[in-house]
């Protein structure tokens, strides 16, 4: 019976050491808290879902980070999508706008603008914002991107260049610029044909009323 | 009886430590998962990660420290002719095996996700179910036959 003791307190100090290891074990490579911002852009304007020629463009600048974004685009935005922009009415323009309390904003934004490399940036903006858990554990959420990137049929190997590289640093800064120079101060935030939507309620019907009225003058 | 519990002792330890690693992951202290694959991070930032307001992983730990303890417990000179520890060693185990049966299910089919070290746990759980099943079913025959 005593081997078995010994054993057993062999294994517990064993098990026990493995786990402080693990608890002072870097994380894994990752974001450092953010994608370091490249000072050129080449003049992109963000990603766009929806008819060219609708006769109303929505702007959203939005943090991949934020809470009220998500509630956003996981509540709102399905409605939005299905009433104004598959029917022709709007075309949604999406800029990104990290905001700097959060650690890691910029480095989910780089990993839309990496999906949208492969034409999955809309489904990529889907899984970061449906699986916002990431943003309340302030852990490294790269392997997290990562798998979500794979869910949605991105190829990985192109990912991990594009992250690795962080070519899109610079659209990311530039879009947090250009928010700055139009006076967004919070996220999200709409600009309506040019014009900022003032109303801080962002329920899928303000966009619709919105929409019928500019849609209505133009008739 | 005695090799059975004493299996069971170190098979719940070996459980109480994934446990406390997926905990401890969960609470913040740990930053990344050793997961081989990143099924492991998809699971645990889940809504299904928490069970009664507490972590998955949390009652995981309680889970196998009580087992631990029975287990010990039934090792004392004075409850090792009982049937007591390894009646309720069978029923916590039969618990958590449906328990993270479940949890698998969810995992596989609503997450999407596959986490290796939830696996691990339902290996061992599993494992501790059949030794304390064969324990308790050759206490019977012991009894039955004296």
Redesign the interface.
Same mark, same amino acid.
């Given at each position: 019976?005593k081997r078995?003791y010994l054993?057993?307190a062999l *294994? *517990?100090v064993a098990? =026990?050491g493995?786990?402080i290891y693990?608890?002072a074990? %870097? %994380?894994?490579a =990752?974001p450092t808290g953010a994608v370091v911002p490249l000072p050129a852009s080449d003049g992109f304007a963000g990603f766009t879902m929806g008819s060219d020629s609708a006769p109303v463009e929505i702007v959203e600048y939005a943090d991949f980070e934020c809470p009220a974004c998500a509630q956003f685009a996981t509540v709102q935005m399905p409605t939005v999508r299905e009433q104004l922009v598959a029917t022709g009415r709007v075309r949604w323009r999406f800029r990104d706008f990290p905001l700097p309390n959060h650690a890691f904003a910029r480095y989910a934004s780089h990993a839309a603008h990496c999906a949208g490399e492969q034409d999955r940036f809309w489904e990529m903006h889907d899984q970061l914002f449906h699986?916002h858990?990431?943003a309340q554990?302030?852990?490294?959420p790269s392997?997290?991107f990562?798998?979500?990137a794979?869910?949605v049929g991105i190829d990985l190997d192109r990912y991990d260049a594009c992250m690795k590289s962080a070519r899109h640093a610079g659209r990311i800064e530039a879009s947090k610029q250009e928010g700055d120079a139009r006076g967004v101060n919070g996220t999200p935030t709409f600009f309506v044909n040019g014009r900022l939507l003032t109303t801080r309620s962002w329920g899928s019907d303000v966009f619709k009323s919105v929409v019928d009225s500019i849609t209505s003058r133009g008739r | 009886m005695?090799r059975h519990r004493?299996a069971i002792?170190?098979l719940s330890?070996?459980g109480?430590?994934v446990a406390?690693?997926l905990w401890?992951y969960k609470a913040?202290?740990?930053?990344?998962l050793?997961?081989g694959?990143?099924?492991c991070?998809?699971v645990q930032?889940?809504?299904y990660a928490v069970f009664l307001g507490l972590p998955v992983a949390l009652h995981g730990v309680v889970g196998y420290a009580l087992l631990l303890a029975v287990s010990l417990v039934g090792?004392q000179p004075r409850w090792l002719v009982r049937p007591g520890p390894t009646l309720a060693l069978v029923a916590l185990a039969t618990v958590g095996m449906l328990f993270t049966a479940y949890l698998n299910y969810l995992a596989v089919f609503r997450i999407?996700?596959l986490c290796r070290w939830c696996v691990a746990s339902a290996v061992i759980i599993t494992a501790i179910w059949v030794v304390a099943l064969h324990a308790w079913k050759r206490e019977q025959g012991a009894g039955s036959s004296s």
């Open positions: 019976m078995f054993a057993l *294994a *517990a098990g =026990g493995w786990l693990q608890a074990r %870097p %994380p894994a =990752g699986n858990s990431w554990t302030g852990r490294d392997r997290l990562r798998e979500l794979r869910s | 005695t004493q002792a170190f330890l070996a109480l430590f406390l690693y401890l913040g202290v740990i930053g990344s050793a997961c694959t990143d099924g991070e998809v930032t889940s809504r090792l999407g996700a």
